[in-house]
C-alpha cells in the first residue's frame, strides 16, 4: 500500500487524521489487523504517534484492540446503526431541551442561522452534481450547529465522533435521497422557528429514523456488514 510521508511538525495529530481518513474511506478492511510496524516504515514515522491515533481511534468506536492479539477495524452492523441512532436521539432531545431556555434574543438568532444553513442546502444546491464529501459536509454542518449552540464540547465530540460512520455505510446518496434528507433539515428548522417543541422533536425522529433506514438498507444489500 502507497502511503504519503508524514511531516514532523503536528505528528500525533496528522498520524491520527491520516489514519482515521484510511478507516472511514475503507482503505483497511472490515476487520482487519491493522499491523502497526508496516504502518510506520509505511508513513516513515516511530510507533508511538501510531499508537497514540489507534487508542483515539478506538475511543471512537472506529477500532478494536484485542489483548495479545492485536488492534482491527470495526465492521458497522445492523445492531451498532441501532445503537448509533439512538444515542444520537437522546442527544438531539436533550439540545431541544436546552433550546427552550435560550433567551429570545439568542433563540432567534440561532433559529436564523439555522433557517439560512437548511435554505441553502435546500434551494441553491444541485445534488446531481455535488460530490459526496460536499453532501457529507452538509449534513455535518447542519447537525453540528445544531448541537455546538449548548456550548457543550464533550457533546459536540461525541455526537460528531456518532457520525463517522455513515460515510462507511452511504457512499453514493442518489439526489432523492439527498432532497429528502435535507428537506427533513428544513422541517426540524420550521418547527423551531414556530417553538413548537413537541412538533420539533417528531421532525428529528423522523428524520434520524430515515437515516437509520438508509443505513441498514445498505449494510443489508453489503452483507449484514461493511
Known amino acids: 500500500m502507497e502511503l504519503p510521508k508524514i511531516q514532523t511538525s503536528n505528528l500525533f495529530d496528522q498520524v491520527y487524521g491520516t489514519m ?22 509505511n508513513l516513515g514515522i516511530s510507533i508511538t504517534p501510531i499508537r497514540e491515533a489507534l487508542n483515539r ?3 471512537e468506536g472506529l477500532v478494536k484492540t484485542v489483548p495479545k492479539v492485536g488492534t482491527f477495524v470495526v465492521g458497522i452492523d445492523k445492531s451498532y446503526v441501532e445503537q448509533v441512532i439512538e444515542f444520537r436521539l437522546m442527544i438531539d432531545f436533550w439540545v431541544l431541551e436546552q433550546y427552550r431556555t435560550f433567551s429570545g434574543e439568542r433563540f432567534d438568532e440561532i433559529a436564523a442561522k439555522l433557517d439560512q444553513l437548511t435554505q441553502f442546502a435546500v434551494e441553491e444546491v444541485d445534488p446531481a452534481v455535488t460530490p459526496i464529501e460536499q453532501y457529507g459536509n452538509f449534513d455535518m454542518i447542519f447537525h453540528t450547529e ?7 464540547i464533550q457533546i459536540l465530540e461525541t455526537y460528531q465522533n456518532l457520525m463517522n460512520f455513515r460515510i462507511l455505510t452511504v457512499s453514493d446518496p442518489t439526489p432523492k435521497q439527498y432532497n429528502l434528507s435535507m428537506t427533513q433539515h428544513r422541517e426540524i428548522v420550521k418547527q423551531l422557528l414556530q417553538q413548537d417543541w413537541q412538533g ?4 428529528i425522529r423522523q428524520h434520524l429514523n430515515y437515516s437509520r433506514q438508509n443505513l ?9 456488514e461493511v
Open 200 to 203: 420539533t422533536r417528531n421532525a
Open 146 to 152: 445544531f448541537i455546538n449552540t449548548c456550548g457543550n
Open 57 to 59: 481511534l478506538e475511543a
Open 216 to 224: 441498514t438498507d445498505w449494510i443489508e444489500s453489503n452483507g449484514g
Open 20 to 41: 482515521k481518513q484510511m478507516i472511514i474511506r475503507r482503505s483497511f478492511r472490515t476487520n482487519e489487523k491493522i499491523s502497526i510496524p508496516v504502518l510506520a516504515k
